[in-house]
């Protein structure tokens, strides 16, 4: 599957961003997207995860209330949409697939099994301003 990723800019804090993944190829063979986020000196890190089918979505604690994931499965778009933007959400953003979702699309799977996802897409980035 190849994954595109969209939506990224400069925004003041406060202020909102809607990041699109749109996936292409065999999205059937995938069970799962994560959205990964990565500043620079920092590690790359799990910001929320979906199932195709929709029905489990998770967060990282630091964006919980903040942003919400959802998935268009017509379109094979899953989208980010982030409110509330800090300075610390300043990163580049990175979706990825992942096949077998048993044990990472979950609370704690996208975080501690980054590696588990199979395609990833080009980072977009995001700059939040203070």
């Known amino acids: 599957v190849q994954l595109q990723a969209s939506g990224g800019g400069l925004v003041q804090a406060g202020g909102s961003l809607r990041l699109s993944c749109a996936a292409s190829g065999f999205t059937l063979d995938y069970s799962g997207i994560g959205w990964f986020r990565q500043a620079p000196g920092k590690e790359r890190e799990g910001v929320s995860c979906?199932?195709?089918?929709?029905?489990?979505?998770y967060y990282a604690d630091s964006v919980k209330g903040r942003f919400t994931i959802s998935g268009d499965n017509a379109k094979n778009t899953v989208y980010l949409q982030m409110n509330s933007l800090k300075p610390e959400d300043t990163a580049a953003y990175f979706c990825?697939?992942?096949?077998?979702?048993?044990?990472?699309?979950?609370?704690?799977?996208?975080?501690?099994?980054?590696?588990?996802?199979?395609?990833w897409g080009q980072g977009t980035q995001v700059t939040v301003s203070s």
């Open positions: 979906i199932s195709w089918s929709g029905g489990s979505a």
């Open positions: 990825a697939a992942v096949r077998d979702g048993r044990r990472t699309i979950s609370d704690y799977g996208f975080r501690d099994r980054v590696n588990d996802f199979d395609s």
